[in-house]
Structures are given as C-alpha cells and as structure tokens.
C-alpha cells in the first residue's frame, strides 16, 4: 500500500513545503488541489510546471493526482466542460501526475440525464487522456455518492483511460456497505481517498481512526486485486490517499500535527 494526502488539508502551502511533509512523514505520494487560491493550477506556465515537477522529483515524492473541480454530469452544454478538463488532463501530464479527479455535480437532474451527460463527456476526454498518458477518476460525491452510481457511469464509458475514485465518506453517507463499494468500484478503481468525521451531521475532520467511518472495513476489501482492471489494481501496492478537508472546517486541528499517526493508523488497519 502507498500512502498519499490531499493538499485539501494545508489550503496554500507552498510546493516546496508539501514535498519536505510528505517525505518528512512517510507519504509517498501526495494528491493536488487544482485550484486558483493554490500553488498549482491550471494558469501555471510551461517554466511553472516544470519547477512543480522538478521539487515533487528531487523530494521523491510522486504527483498522485490533480484534484479538479470538473462537474462531469452538469446541466448545460459539454464544451465548457470538456475544455476544463482537457486543462486538467494537460496539466497532470506535465507534472507527471497519474490521475485527473473530477465531481459527478449533476445536482437536481433526473438520474438518467445525469448519468448520460457524465458518460458522454467522460468518453469524449478519454482518447487526450489515453494520448497524454493520464487517467481521469469520477469520485464517489455529491449526485453519485454511491459506489453503484459512479460504476454505472464508468462502466457505460467502458475506456481505460477513465475510472473511479473511491470517496470512503461518501459511500458511507450514501447507506452502502464497505464489500458493496467495492465489489461494483474494483473493476474501475484508482486508489481510495480516506478520512474521518464525527457522524453525518458533523463532517469536521478528524484524526483517523477517532470518528465513525468505517476504514477498517474499507481498507480490509483491498485484499482482493482486480486483475482484468482497465485502470490501476487495488490490493496492497495500491494507493490510499488521506484527504483531510481542512480548507472547509478552517478550526479543524492542523494537518500535519496528524501525519504521523495517521500514516501508522493506516498501516495498521490494513494488515
């Protein structure tokens, strides 16, 4: 198992900074909040890219994704969409990133609807993402918080350029066990973003292992590798990425303070 977070948990650290945390603590891989207020977003120049890449290769630590902000299932026209996330898909692939993560956000549209606007534009990105050597993740969120939602609509795509990404809170929130997630995400999955809450009035983050999520369990499913999967096994050698939303509960403890005992957590509750 590799071990990431997301930069979600320290809103405007420098580059510089992220890579000595990561490395510092044990994280082989962090995932990148692709955004305006941060350090890294996709307005960087050629030269910006290249200085990002450069401090993530001499720290050693791997660009596991460029967390975007992309809604794939929206109400409106596909061209906005498809623009953005083609951005996305360049601006991993220069900074040497795996993955591209994008939001369902088909907000109050009739399942359907929501379902063939993702499906669609997801298929339209997957022959740049193939080309760029990037994979484009739908995260378990908002209008397909389920495990079953976000396999209907990778699974429709069919591509192995685009898979899942697999939100443990919100499969949760969404009433599906850890075993049903997993059993329809495997065969797509990218790797598993974990975190803690105190219940699900109150998603204040909190250290692992201190809230009700069920990690254990969700960790434990990662037993099984898919081998036919078109994108990245699960199992042990796969990643598990702690996003610890800081930036929305800015009175949430400070993320680093909890690295080390998350990254033992975690080591532990895989075995």
């Known amino acids: 198992m590799k071990l990431a977070f997301s930069t979600l948990g320290v809103p405007g650290m420098p580059v510089a900074d992220v890579v000595r945390l990561a490395a510092d603590h ?3 891989g962090v995932e990148l909040r692709a955004h305006p207020e941060e350090p890294v977003h996709p307005g960087l120049s050629k030269d910006e890219r290249d200085a990002v890449a450069e401090e993530f290769g001499k720290g050693g630590v791997e660009i596991l994704t460029v967390a975007g902000y992309v809604r794939a299932a929206a109400e409106g026209p596909d061209a906005p969409v498809l623009a953005e996330l083609a951005g996305l898909i360049d601006l991993a692939h220069d900074l040497g990133a795996a993955n591209v993560r994008v939001f369902p956000g088909g907000g109050g549209l009739p399942a359907p609807e929501a379902d063939a606007n993702a ?3 997801l298929a339209a990105a997957a022959p740049h993402a193939a ?3 990037v994979r484009v ?5 908002d209008s397909h918080r389920a495990g079953v939602d976000v396999a209907r609509v990778v699974g429709t795509v069919g591509h192995g350029s685009v898979g899942a990404l697999w939100d443990v809170m919100h499969t949760w929130l969404a009433g ?3 075993v049903a997630s ?3 995400l495997a065969p797509h999955l990218g790797y ?3 975190k803690d809450i105190a219940s699900a009035q109150d998603t204040t983050p909190l250290p692992l292992g201190t809230g009700v999520l069920p990690l254990t369990a969700c960790l434990a499913t990662l037993d099984t590798v898919a081998p036919d999967s078109p994108v990245a096994p699960d ?3 796969g990643w598990v990425c702690w996003e610890y939303e800081k930036r929305w509960h800015p009175h949430a403890a400070e993320l680093p303070d909890l690295l080390a005992a998350g990254r033992e957590y975690l080591l532990r509750a895989a075995r």
């Open 131 to 133: 080309d760029r050597g």
């Open 192 to 194: 598993v973003q974990v």
């Open 26 to 28: 044990g994280y082989q």
């Open 182 to 184: 997993h059993a329809v």
């Open 235 to 237: 199992g042990p050698d």
């Open 119 to 121: 499906a669609r534009r």
């Open 176 to 178: 599906e066990e850890p």
């Open 137 to 141: 993740l739908l995260e378990t969120h």
